[in-house]
């Protein structure tokens, strides 16, 4: 972990555009709230100039629609990442870095060989939106300190599926990060825990020993109290029981992680 003296310091997020990904404002106003410094960056840019990733510490592929999912959630703009950035990225990953792929950007870290297996249709055929709770299951600077986050989900791609040997690798390895759970919101809103089918409940997985994270669950669209789908009735337990309505989501933690880790 690098130990930085300045305690004024802020680590520069890179947040990946273009063709489709959508959540790119919400994830870079995540990390900027985190107190990270976040730049939003088209991939053609880094295509251009690969040396740019030299001036980042963080890289993020949010959360939307890469190429209409044409090809399937991810793959076309995992492949020209893959194509394209595939030694750049690995060269960045050798620094001691930290990358998160958010929904999309988990299919995209796939597709593009970064992160195991693939994200399948989700085993009731529909697109799904609703929120979930997950429990944290591996070790992983994004997810330090945290035992469980209630998070939403908006994909019709995110069952997790992986070959049984593989899958057993990733187990022993302690790289599957979240586990879907019946749990605070799930139980509030009478939903099934696993939404997708996703195998072993896996909600998210690393690589390169917890610093890179790919999740379907979106913290960016959980970072402030209000966005909980059950805050009204939250509100009114805090109230009562007269304790400080609180101001963060529980999303807002993973971004803060980042920051923490090189601070």
Known sequence: MTVLQATSYKPKAL??????LNCEEETKFAFDRAGAEAEIVHINDLIEKPELLNDFQIAAMPGGFSYGDD?????????RVKNHLQRELSKFLQRDTLMIGICNGFQIL????????????NSGARYVDRWVDVRV???????FGLESLM?????????????????KTLREEGRIALKYEKGEVSKHLDLQANPNG???NIAGITGCRGRVL??????????????LPHWPFLKQQYQRS??????DGPGLAVFKNAVKYFV
């Open 110 to 121: 796939t597709a593009a060989g970064i992160l195991p297996g693939a994200l399948l249709d």
């Open 15 to 20: 947040v990946f555009a273009g063709y489709g």
């Open 214 to 227: 790919g999740l379907m669950p979106h913290p960016e669209r959980a970072q402030f109290f209000t966005q």
């Open 198 to 200: 996703s195998i072993e």
């Open 151 to 167: 998070l939403p989900i908006a994909h019709g791609e995110g069952r997790y599926h992986l070959p049984k040997q593989e899958l």
């Open 242 to 247: 007269g304790r400080e309505i609180p101001k």
């Open 137 to 143: 299951t591996g070790d992983s600077p994004w997810l």
């Open 71 to 79: 090809l399937g959630s991810g793959r076309a703009y995992g492949l």
